[in-house]
Nanobody, 121 residues
Framework: QVQLVELGGGLVQAGGSLRLACAASGRTFSSYAMGWFRQAPGKEREFVAGITGRGSSTSYAAYVKGRFTISRDNAKNTMYLQMNSLKPEDAAVYYC??????????????WGQGTQVTVSS
């Protein structure tokens, strides 16, 4: 079992930055890949970024590539999402998720409760 808690959501102006964190507990942190997803009102949940268990490989959705950076600190059991140049369309509830294995593949098996990100224009 993996428990996930997101931190760091809030209100930011367009063009601004925000950093999300996801604290994990349960299984050995470096043994599983993690990812960030988001869901805006009336839309389906979508993938944002993923990172392998050891942090050696990352992947991004096209709509955030170059603006967002995913990272993890395995010593602190924490994953991060640095969001720069935020746009109003980035506003959503952001969820951290943990995969069953060390690669970003398939559907995550564990989810956090979500944190709201609001971007004002």
């Amino acid at each position: 079992q993996v428990q996930l808690v997101e931190l760091g959501g809030g209100l930011v102006q367009a063009g601004g930055s925000l950093r999300l964190a996801c604290a994990a507990s349960g299984r050995t942190f470096s043994s599983y890949a993690m990812g960030w997803f988001r869901q805006a009102p009336g839309k389906e949940r979508e993938f944002v970024a993923g990172i392998t268990g050891r942090g050696s490989s990352t992947s991004y959705a096209a709509y955030v590539k170059g603006r967002f950076t995913i990272s993890r600190d395995n010593a602190k059991n924490t994953m991060y999402l640095q969001m720069n140049s935020l746009k109003p369309e980035d506003a959503a509830v952001y969820y951290c998720a943990a995969y069953e294995y060390s690669l970003v593949a398939g559907t995550p098996g564990y989810w956090g409760q979500g944190t709201q990100v609001t971007v004002s224009s």
